[in-house]
């Protein structure tokens, strides 16, 4: 079974940076792809960033040049290095890994607010 597990949300004031984790285990490709996806009450689940194993990255525009995505294959580990949060970043962010571009293994979410 493949499971994914996200870690490091929590509250934060405007302008403070948050390193969330997402750990995936069982048995993955090794052609995969990990991403963030983030849902704010009342509204649909969009992307944030994506990185395949061979490193490529795609960011959301509302994100570029404030958030990075980074991965560790051999922990099959994935990042989200997120820097000058503003209000309109808090959601509940959830890791993703998608193999074969097809089948997703969804986490259960962390929360991550940004408040003064």
């Known amino acids: 079974q493949v499971q994914v597990v996200e870690s490091g949300g929590g509250l934060v004031q405007p302008g403070v940076s948050l390193r969330l984790s997402c750990a995936a285990s069982g048995s993955i490709p090794s052609f995969n792809t990990l991403g963030w996806y983030r849902q704010a009450p009342g509204k649909q689940r969009d992307m944030v960033a994506t990185?395949?194993?061979?490193?490529?990255?795609n960011y959301a525009d509302s994100v570029k040049g404030r958030f990075a995505i980074s991965r560790d294959n051999a922990k099959n580990t994935v990042y989200l290095q997120m820097n000058s949060l503003k209000p309109e970043d808090t959601a509940v962010y959830y890791c993703?890994?998608?193999?074969?571009?097809?089948?997703?293994?969804w986490g259960q979410g962390t929360q991550v607010t940004v408040s003064s």
């Open positions: 990185i395949s194993s061979g490193g490529s990255t």
């Open positions: 993703v890994l998608s193999v074969l571009g097809l089948y997703n293994y």
